[in-house]
């Protein structure tokens, strides 16, 4: 019997060549413009778990400097058409999003280890979960109270922040026209009737603490919506490769 193509999934690409402040967030001329709700030097918050977040923009030939812990980098990406592992996303390429964190009293935010450091000794760029060697930095640097990188709430609510700051840029990346996109790439989830059956496990985080894993939030590599793998008792959970390829698992910390 013949291949039969199930779930279609389309990611449109737009390359960003230049990341600039300006006063509103926009995507133009593949130049990213941050909005004022970005450009505050020391953003305050009332927070229980976190003091204050500082925005800056690292360029490919500024990795050579020091940096608070590493918790995650994120891709930007959106949903514009159908559920994650479906229908149709944009993404933009040449930017990424890290972020970063300790607390008030110099603590990193770390479970086994810490990633403090200068940049360039810290990550490999260009593999599976790192940004490019060329790519353009939005660097979220987190400063959290005393003893708030040491628990769930406290990192929780740091991705919470970068979250909805990302949603800005989302925003923007939704209204483009497809057509404008640099690349786009087509992917299907496919049953191929008499085939081997071929399963990948993969276990991921969730011993608790800081020491999380999120699923099926409502965007790609994102935090709003979705569910934590302790709040789901540590089960097995059933993905389609385009649901993974679409970002339905976010590794946090």
Known sequence: MKSLKKRKLQIKAFHIEEVVFSKTTSISNSILSLGNEFRTSEIKFGLEYVKE?????IKPHEKNKIVNSIMDFIPISTKVLGN????????????SVMVTGVDEDGIQVS???????????????????TP?????IIHFDLTLVSGGAKTREGINQCY???????????????????????????????IKPGAQKVVILKQVAGQGA??????????????????????????PVLLTPNEYRDGAIKAMH
Do not use: W
């Open 84 to 95: 994650i592992g479906e229908g149709i996303t944009h993404t933009l390429t040449g930017v």
């Open 132 to 136: 490019k060697d060329t790519d353009i």
């Open 53 to 57: 977040l500082k925005v800056e923009l």
């Open 210 to 235: 800081m020491y999380d894993t999120r699923l099926f939030s409502r965007e790609p590599s994102g935090f709003s919506g979705g569910k934590s793998i302790i709040e789901l008792y540590n089960m």
């Open 160 to 190: 919470e922040i970068c979250d909805n700051l990302v949603q800005e840029i989302r925003k923007e990346l939704k209204d483009l026209n497809g057509r404008n996109s640099t690349e786009i790439c087509e992917f299907f989830d496919v």
């Open 111 to 129: 479970e086994f280890g810490s990633s403090e450091g200068i940049l360039l000794d810290q990550v490999v760029f260009g593999r599976a979960g």
